[in-house]
């Protein structure tokens, strides 16, 4: 977990003080742009249902791909899906 979270600390500290300067200016470089697309993603993954934690492998893996990259191009009000799709996606079992 600690090596798959690496940089999650660092991204979103950097979303977060970009998105509080950002709602002032309206002419954004495609760098800052990518910065709050990329924060505003992984602050969707950690959000989960109360009560219905994910098990940790599969919290691992929806968290490597948001940093990595791999949830970039997908819309914000897809991401509950994805993480539905592997929550019961049983990858994981041993059957």
């Not at 998105?19 to 505003?40: E, K, W, Y």
Request: hydrophobic share 40%.
């Amino acid at each position: 977990m600690k090596k798959v979270c690496g940089s999650l600390k660092l991204e979103l500290a950097q979303y977060r003080e970009v998105a509080a300067f950002a709602q002032f200016g309206s002419d954004l470089d495609p760098a800052t742009q990518a910065l709050l697309n990329r924060g505003a993603r992984l602050t969707e993954v950690l959000k989960q249902p109360q009560y219905t934690p994910l098990p940790i492998e599969k919290e691992i893996l929806v968290i490597y791909a948001a940093v990595n990259g791999f949830c970039d191009r997908m819309p914000l009000d897809r991401i509950s899906q994805y993480e539905r799709i592997i929550t019961v996606t049983n990858i994981f079992d041993q059957n």
